[in-house]
């Protein structure tokens, strides 16, 4: 033991660096390697050429990298070195267990998920991965001793590892091809260019979304004042699949609470994305499945805020968009508002729903939007995601290590939350029948989500090769009799031969205030008869 705490080698900066970066070929590699044999043209000749290319444009990028840095500092070196080492090592470990690519949407989505949410991702099986993978090259890359340099030498090592990577491109252009066809799906497994390229991808986006917001054409009401108060209250779901909805067939019955209401299950289509924070902006942009991720334009409750519309938004949910309305409530401040009586469980989505009513009954305001922002189905922790009383589909996978659970047990802790937030929304329905108001309700989830088939978990998928349960998602309505006699429309006369979800929240809580403007397109206004 204290000659292992002894071992020092001592080997040139050149040698340090090139370990280093064949280390990170040899460790890290697997997701890549695995999908770029797998898209190659093996066995023939040009196979081999494309594979041998992805590891020779690695090795001569990062060395450019790591011997630039030693220019200035050996010190910054070896903290950059170690740093790589823990953050690939917990990388892999996600990538291989949930079937992860970390492009930049899920950077986004890593980056905006809250600790509660990130607790739920952590098993100790992850403990294997960083000491074997990261803490200890990262120790070895402290221990070993360095023959002195030059700075001029270090400099000239990052010259020419550039000018043999750019060599090596020149000479291998016959494989640029097959990099630019499989450039997106790469890039979003390369360790460790796909998180540090993406994260300075993310922050770019996020200082474009920090731009002033352009502001929508202004709007009038064809109603003018209404002689009865209006209530719009859109769910936004997360992470519920259309296909574990017993709505939309299936065998379970997840809806046993709204079965007995009048809600509408419209047809269920495909989400903008797969990860929250395109989806929500998509839905709540008069641009729609059109809308890119940060889309510049002012969102829907702010559109409705500006015009005089009463906009409260609640959030269970990690990284709300940048909103103005009247009132904004996290799950948190709703939960400390209870003092007394029966108080909703904390964190879970209940607290949405908490005293909801009576908010509305004591509003003066004549048109009233909801948003509630639920933390849903969530994974991969799905057996906290309901509270005790609804685990009704035994047995349950109560471990995040989803992938170790059996398909029955996983499915059993998933649908439960569906069933959970069937609940929610027979209960919302109920308050609003006891509201003086006319009044409507939209639900629509944000995106699916994957419970293993074809090897994926979770979400975050990009469009391209997510499947369809993490796209395909429920889109419910539900109305008043005030609010179907006020617009002279029945049940039947809202439902629309196909949907895309996404597209429909924006103009059909428009056209449920009877509001019109340039932007408004009727034919997403389920409000407006279809028929």
Not at 56 to 79: D, G, N
Not at 346 to 365: F, Q, R, T
Not at 402 to 407: D, E, F, I
Not at 498 to 509: A, I, L, N, R
Request: net charge neutral.
């Amino acid at each position: 033991m204290k000659t292992l705490f002894r071992w020092r080698p001592e080997v040139s900066i050149f040698t340090f660096i090139l370990i280093i970066t064949a280390g990170n070929l040899a460790l890290y590699q697997k997701p890549l390697l695995g999908y770029g044999l797998s898209v190659s043209a093996l066995p023939a000749k040009a196979g081999w050429l494309q594979i041998l290319s992805l590891e020779v444009v690695q090795y001569c990028l990062l060395a450019s990298v790591l011997f630039f840095v030693a220019t200035f500092s050996i010190t910054a070196l070896r903290l950059l070195a170690s740093l790589l080492a823990l953050i690939n090592a917990a990388a892999l470990y996600f990538m291989l267990t949930y079937n992860m690519e970390l492009d930049r949407t899920m950077i986004a989505n890593i980056l905006s998920t809250d600790s509660r949410e990130a607790a739920g991702l952590w098993h100790i099986s992850i403990v294997p991965y960083l000491m074997l993978l990261g803490v200890v090259p990262a120790v070895m890359i402290w221990r070993t001793k360095l023959r002195r340099s030059t700075w001029l030498r270090r400099l000239f090592g990052s010259i020419i590892a550039f000018v043999a990577l750019f060599t090596w491109l020149y000479m291998t252009s016959a494989t640029w091809l097959w990099y630019d066809k499989y450039a997106s799906r790469m890039g979003s497994k390369i360790l460790p260019w796909s998180y540090v390229i993406n994260t300075a991808r993310h922050f770019n986006r996020i200082a474009l979304d920090e731009r002033q917001q352009t502001l929508l054409p202004d709007a009038v009401f064809e109603d003018g004042s209404p002689d009865r108060k209006e209530v719009v209250v859109l769910v936004i779901g997360e992470a519920a699949r259309a296909e574990s909805f017993s709505l939309y067939g299936y065998a379970k019955n997840t809806n046993a609470f709204t079965k007995g209401t009048s809600i509408i299950a419209l047809p269920m289509g495909r989400s903008c994305a797969t990860n929250t924070i395109s989806s929500t902006a998509c839905l709540l942009t008069h641009e729609g499945s059109d809308a890119s991720s940060h889309t510049e334009f002012e969102p829907l409750p702010s559109y409705l805020t500006r015009f005089g519309v009463e906009t409260i938004y609640r959030t269970n949910n990690s990284g709300p968009p940048p909103v103005d309305v009247t009132t904004f409530q996290r799950a948190s401040e709703i939960s400390a508002g209870c003092t007394s009586g029966t108080c909703p469980t904390p964190g879970m989505d209940e607290v949405l729903n908490w005293g909801l009513a009576d908010v509305l009954n004591a509003s003066s305001s004549k048109r009233i939007f909801v948003t509630l922002h639920q933390t849903g189905s969530h994974g991969p922790a799905y057996y906290t995601k309901y509270p005790k009383g609804f685990d009704q589909f035994k047995p349950e996978c109560k471990t995040v290590q989803v992938s170790s659970c059996s398909q029955e047990e996983l499915s059993n802790a998933y649908d439960n939350t569906i069933r959970y937030n069937d609940f929610l929304l027979a209960d919302l329905i109920t308050q609003l029948e006891t509201v003086d108001a006319n009044t409507a309700m939209i639900y629509v989830s944000d995106h699916g989500q994957s419970l293993g088939e074809s090897g994926f978990y979770l979400h975050g998928a990009p469009n391209a090769v997510a499947p369809k349960q993490q796209r395909e998602i429920p889109f419910l309505v539900w109305m008043s009799e005030g609010f179907k006699a006020q617009r002279g429309i029945t049940d039947a006369d809202i439902i629309p031969s196909e949907t895309f979800p996404h597209d429909f929240p924006f103009h059909s809580v428009m056209g449920a205030f009877g509001m019109t403007s340039d932007i408004y397109k009727p034919k997403f206004d389920i409000f407006r008869s279809q028929r």
